[in-house]
């Protein structure tokens, strides 16, 4: 008759002691990854927006000009039709459709811009959602310097 080997397994002793040691851990962790989230959705924003910067430049580099406001950044994806319409357009300049900032806005697309008089403004509202407050993401240098 083969013997019962009863040391094979785990005490109860030894799995809390386990679940403790991850407890400790995940409370060490877990405050520094909150406010991750919305660290990455910035630097999300930054690199959209440097993105169809980029996208624009090459426009503007084809057609001697920046797309108009009430045509906006959708002239990167179509031909636009409203004037003046770019005589060398080789679009599309950006692949997919215009993105949405991380928080599901619009981008908002000026020109001429207010800020960068010459060309254009873009910029992300933020979490907010609402101009100003300081958590706007755009292509321009903060006047609060």
């Known amino acids: 008759m083969p013997s019962k080997n009863l040391n094979s397994g785990f005490t109860l002793i030894e799995i809390m002691i386990v679940v403790i040691i991850l407890a400790i ?3 060490a962790v877990i ?5 991750r989230t919305q660290q990455a959705k ?3 924003t930054s690199a959209d927006i440097e993105t169809i910067s980029l996208a624009l430049d090459l426009y503007s580099i084809d057609s001697g000009f920046f797309p108009t406001t ?3 950044l959708l002239a ?3 031909r636009p039709s409203s004037p003046p319409t770019p005589s060398n357009w080789r679009g599309p300049y950006i692949k997919k459709s215009v ?3 991380p ?3 619009p981008y908002k697309y000026l020109s001429p811009g207010i800020h960068n008089k010459a060309d254009y403004d873009l910029s992300s509202l933020g979490p907010d959602g609402v101009e100003g ?3 706007d993401v755009t292509n321009w240098e903060s006047e609060n310097l």
């Open 25 to 27: 851990l995940a409370a």
């Open 99 to 101: 993105p949405k900032d």
């Open 70 to 72: 009430t045509q906006g």
């Open 42 to 44: 910035v630097s999300r």
């Open 133 to 135: 407050g300081g958590d």
């Open 76 to 78: 990167l994806r179509t």
């Open 103 to 105: 928080w599901g806005q």
């Open 31 to 35: 405050p520094r990854l909150t406010g």
